[in-house]
């Protein structure tokens, strides 16, 4: 238990060094090497974190004789996915304005299996029920980068209204930025709409209904149903700026009381694991 929880801190560690680096690099420097974009020291730092963390998720998550995956392992799962997704985003974008943000969840997370073991699911779960989990993560690591262009959009109009909170060094154009929350949410969408379906199938095939009707279920509905009507309101009326904002935030913190906030609230206040 005591070495489970060194390494995992070490991991949280490495996240967390890495958030202070950008934060001080890139919120509060004008320097002509900030303006450059990313080293290739920072880029192999990232990728070491991501491949430490990695390996304890697939230990924790793949590899293990019996699978747990409550809400802790969902978290630290989505926030992997959540880094990786930004440093291959990095390769072609200047969104190094993100990986404080980034980072710092990632470092709240990481940890948290050590201290959460999580529910035990059965032995045997079938193709359709990895499927699902895969897909599920995917989708909510998606909407997570989503949500945090969304919030560094917000920064970029409070900086444009002559409130700086950040250094403004590499700034992404607003315009692009937004172009990347809607890619983002249309491909998000599209996997969560494919994580019902699988979930749907599963359900039908082996709990003999199609849907389960829990707080789960009500949650992901109305987040797949919020981030429709965000992606209508783009294509049919142009929406932008506050209101894109709003919905995205409104859909991602559904989203997040889907299966991460219900299996808190089992596991930790209610202790039912």
């Known amino acids: 238990m005591v070495s489970d929880i060194v390494i995992h801190a070490l991991a949280s560690a490495a996240y967390a060094g890495l958030a202070w680096h950008f934060w001080n690099t890139r919120w509060h420097s004008a320097s002509a090497d900030v303006a450059a974009g990313l080293a290739g020291w920072e880029r192999v730092a990232l990728l070491a974190a991501l491949a430490f963390h990695g390996a304890l998720l697939a230990n924790d998550v793949l590899l293990a004789p019996q699978l747990r995956f409550g809400f802790a392992q969902a978290l630290s799962v989505m926030l992997w996915l959540t880094v990786a997704i930004c440093w291959l985003e990095g390769l072609l974008y200047r969104i190094e304005m993100l990986y404080p943000m980034a980072l710092a969840a990632a470092a709240l997370c990481a940890p948290l299996p050590a201290f959460f073991p999580g529910r035990l699911t059965p032995d045997a779960f079938p193709i359709e029920f990895r499927l699902h989990l895969i897909a599920g993560m995917l989708a909510y690591s998606l909407f997570t980068v989503a949500a945090l262009?969304?919030?560094?959009?917000?920064?970029?109009?409070?900086?444009l209204h002559g409130r700086p909170s950040v250094s403004g060094a590499g700034m992404p154009p607003l315009l692009s930025l937004e172009a990347l929350v809607f890619r983002l949410t249309g491909a998000?969408?599209?996997?969560?709409?494919?994580?019902?379906?699988?979930?749907i199938a599963y359900s039908e095939s082996f709990l003999g209904r199609a849907l389960r009707f829990d707080h789960k279920t009500v949650f992901v509905i109305l987040s797949w149903a919020t981030f429709g009507a965000l992606l209508a309101g783009?294509?049919?009326?142009?929406?932008?700026?506050?209101?894109?904002?709003?919905?995205?935030?409104?859909?991602?913190l559904m989203l997040m009381l889907a299966y991460p906030g219900s299996r808190f609230v089992l596991e930790v206040i209610l202790g039912r694991g």
């Open 234 to 252: 783009r294509a049919l009326y142009g929406w932008r700026g506050r209101t894109a904002f709003r919905w995205t935030l409104t859909g991602f």
């Open 149 to 159: 262009h969304a919030v560094l959009i917000a920064m970029v109009e409070k900086q």
């Open 188 to 199: 998000a969408f599209v996997v969560l709409t494919l994580t019902f379906a699988i979930g």
